[in-house]
C-alpha cells in the first residue's frame, strides 16, 4: 500500500518521535510512505478568519497527493485529520470546490476529489489491521497496563470522521491488545486532554489534564498512550508542570505518556532510540524493564 504522509507543523516541529516511530512502523508492515511537500492543513485558526482561505489550503495539500496518482493520505495529528476529512466534506459542493480551484489555479493547483485521508491509527486498523500488527511482535508486552487516550479528533465530529462509535471505541484498545498489553478501563477515557483551552486559560487547560492523569493513575496503568501530537504534548506538560509547580497542579504521582507508534514499535522489535524514546520526558520504566528482560 502506498500513501501520502501529511505530517502538518506541530509534528515535524516538535514531535520528531513521533514520525520517526510512524515511518518505522509503517514501513515494517508493508506501507509505503510518500513525503508530500506539505504546509499546514487550513488550521482552525485559518477557517475562523476565512473559510475558503483555509479550505484553499487543505485542498492544496490534497492536491499534491493526487498529482502523485496517490489515493490516501496519512496523518499523525488528530486536528489535521479533522481538518483535512472537513474540507473533503465541504468540498464535495460543486460551487465551493470551483471557487477553491480558482485560488489554487494560480499556483498552478487543482483539487480533484480524489483522494481519502486516514489518521495512522485508522490506517493501522482498517487497512494493515490487527492481525497483521500481531503477527509482526517480536517482544510482547505482556503484563503492561495501557491506558489509551483517543483524543477529540480522532473520533468527532462522527458525522465527519465516519469511523467507529465515539462513545465505545475499539481501534486504539485493540492495536495496544495486539502487542501483548492490556488496555485498562478508566473513568475519563473518552474526555479532552485540556489542550484546546490553553488560549482562554491555561489553569483551566491543566485542572482539565490533571483529571484525566489522576484518573489514569487510579486505574493501575504502567504508560498511557495517545494518538494524538497536541494531547501528548499536553499530558507529558501538565506533569512537568506539577512536579516544578507543586502547588498549582497536584497529581497522585507521574504516568509515562507513549506515542502509539512507539509502543507498537517496540514491541516490533525495534530499540528505544530507533522510536525516540530519549525525546519522552517521562520515562516509561515499565516498558523498559519488560525490554530487558526479553533481551
Known sequence: MKCGLFLGCLVPARMAAYELSARKVLEALGVELVDLKAGCCGSPYIFSVSQRAGLALAAYNLALAEEAGLKTVVTLCNGCNEVLKRALEALKDEHEREAVNAILAKVGKEFKGEVE????????????????????????????????????????????????????????????????????????????????????????????????????????????????????????????????????????????????????????????????????????EAVLRLLERAG
Not at 471505541?169 to 495496544?176: K, N
Open 117 to 284: 485521508v486516514k489518521h495512522v491509527v485508522r490506517l493501522l486498523y482498517e487497512n494493515v489491521g490487527v492481525a497483521k500488527v500481531e503477527e509482526a511482535v517480536k517482544v510482547p508486552l505482556e503484563g503492561l497496563r495501557v491506558a489509551v487516550h483517543y483524543g477529540c479528533h480522532l473520533l468527532r465530529p462522527s458525522e465527519v470522521m465516519r469511523f467507529e462509535n465515539p462513545d465505545d471505541p475499539r481501534s486504539l484498545d485493540e492495536l495496544v491488545m495486539a502487542v501483548g498489553a492490556e488496555s485498562v478501563p478508566y473513568v475519563e477515557k473518552l474526555e479532552c486532554c485540556g489542550f484546546p483551552a490553553m488560549p482562554v486559560s491555561e489553569d483551566l487547560a491543566y485542572d482539565i489534564a490533571a483529571e484525566k492523569l489522576t484518573s489514569m493513575m487510579a486505574s493501575g496503568a504502567d504508560v498511557a498512550v495517545t494518538a494524538c501530537p497536541s494531547c501528548f504534548l499536553h499530558l507529558e506538560n501538565a506533569q512537568i508542570v506539577a512536579r516544578r509547580e507543586g502547588a498549582r497542579i497536584r497529581l497522585p504521582g507521574e504516568i509515562p505518556v507513549l506515542h502509539v507508534t512507539q509502543l507498537l514499535g517496540l514491541a516490533m522489535g525495534f530499540g528505544p532510540d530507533d522510536v525516540g524514546l530519549r525525546e519522552n520526558r517521562i520515562k516509561p
